[in-house]
């Protein structure tokens, strides 16, 4: 168990739908990062958000959004989906640059 | 910008043999290098991290990576397999981002297949 916990485990949802992606980084940890994984795209950096601020984006789209609240939780909003949203998102946290710590996923199917 | 290759897809090992899994990165400094590994349906675990000094990193459940500058490789490496080491292996590294932030880019891993 990594200590962070992510939520929903499993999210099924239509096209067009918006969905948010919520998660609770290990207990001392600043940073929250975002992941997506899919069989296409690999492991891809979504964003990361350091204590309430966003500190650097990766190849994250416009539909998607992220924000990091003052107890350090994180939600990844997902908006206007379509079918190749469809992936494991992962959450990570960490104090520094130096290893990120994992949470389970969260498995989103757009039907 | 940084990029991370992992040349085998899938790996296949007797249980009980020695294991080596290849990872070549491309970053113009320093980087800071890491392994995970990932369990079906699993998050992603950290088996060790390279960041300076002594060139041979040991890891949790008995795994090890070498960092070699000059071959820009960073290779993980287990003695004895286990039945339990069948996962998905990998290999990432943490460059400075035109934010002056460091990002982790991944490899396409390296599914390992343990026979009995």
């Known amino acids: 168990d990594s200590g962070v916990t992510q939520t929903p485990k499993h999210l099924i949802t239509a096209t067009g739908q918006r969905v948010t992606l919520r998660c609770s980084p290990r207990?001392?940890?600043?940073?929250v990062y975002w992941y997506q994984q899919s069989l296409d795209q690999g492991l891809q950096f979504l964003i990361q958000?350091?204590?309430?601020?966003?500190?650097a984006k990766g190849n994250i789209l416009e539909r998607f959004s992220a924000q990091q609240f003052p107890d350090l939780h994180s939600e990844l909003n997902l908006s206007s989906l379509e079918l190749g949203d469809s992936a494991l998102y992962f959450c990570?946290?960490?104090?520094?640059?130096?290893?990120?710590?994992f949470g389970p996923g969260t498995r989103l199917t757009v039907l | 910008a940084q990029s991370v290759t992992q040349p085998d897809i899938h790996i296949t090992v007797s249980e009980g043999a020695s294991l080596e899994l290849r990872c070549n990165y491309s970053?113009?400094?320093?980087?800071?290098l890491f392994w995970y590994v990932q369990s079906p349906g699993q998050g992603l675990q950290l088996l060790l991290k390279?960041?300076?000094?002594?060139?041979l990193v040991q890891g949790i459940k008995g795994f090890e990576a070498e960092f070699k500058r000059s071959q820009s490789s960073f290779n993980l490496r287990k003695p004895s397999v286990h039945w339990s080491d069948a996962a998905e292996y990998f290999c990432a590294v943490a460059g400075f981002m035109d934010t002056g932030r460091r990002a982790l880019t991944f490899g396409s891993g390296t599914r390992l297949q343990v026979q009995p």
């Open positions: 207990s001392g940890d600043l940073s």
């Open positions: 390279y960041f300076s000094g002594d060139t």
């Open positions: 970053y113009g400094a320093t980087p800071y």
């Open positions: 990570a946290s960490s104090v520094g640059d130096r290893g990120q710590f």
């Open positions: 958000y350091y204590n309430g601020e966003e500190r």
